[in-house]
């Protein structure tokens, strides 16, 4: 199971975060967020997908960012359509951009939960993205620090791979190996708001120490 670590805002934490090797790291564009990303992201180890989480954005500036930060995943966190998809997908062909990167960019799509969900309204995507991310729906698009009946997710009827986010914590570890147990296909794991000392800001420590939980036996 891949680690996602999201909502990165400071130069040095990055490059802290960095150093423990997660598979992705999340750069929130999305201006209404407290943890909304302006800076640069500095050069990271290999291996380390930088993820960029949009919401609704125009195409054009989606692109333009994918290029400026060499972006490698798109995380859509708003009510982006199929249709929408499809265009992003041709603008980054048409821009090649895939080139640019040497490598094919993943498209995550975000559907927020609170109490249940209709796993059909998946069904249009299942084509058009690389994985789903099941959020807990709330006030804030994302980095609300609370966790869904993930107890839902038993009924989850495709083999397309998924993230499991929304209030996920350091003693979750247990749960999470739970779930892997029953062959759901969960690809990574996102973490965010319960391992901040700030907004943007994650505990190192607190990382470190779920990433080596995750990795007991």
Known sequence: MKLKVCGMKYLENIKSIAALQPDYMGFIFYEKSERYFKNIIPMLPKGIKKTG?????????????????????????????????????????????????????????VFSIKNTINFGILEPFLNKVDYFLFDTEGRKRGGNGVQFDWSILKNYPFKKPFFLSGGIALDDVRQIKKIQNVRLPIHAVDINSKFEIKPGLKSVKKVEKFINGLAVG
């Open 53 to 109: 989480v949009f919401v609704d954005e125009y195409l054009e500036i989606v692109i333009s960012l994918v290029e400026e930060y060499q972006l490698e995943a798109i995380q859509l966190h708003g009510s982006e359509s199929v249709d929408y998809i499809q265009k992003l997908k041709q603008f980054l062909e048409d821009r090649d951009v895939f080139q640019q990167t040497q490598s094919t960019i993943e498209i995550i799509k």
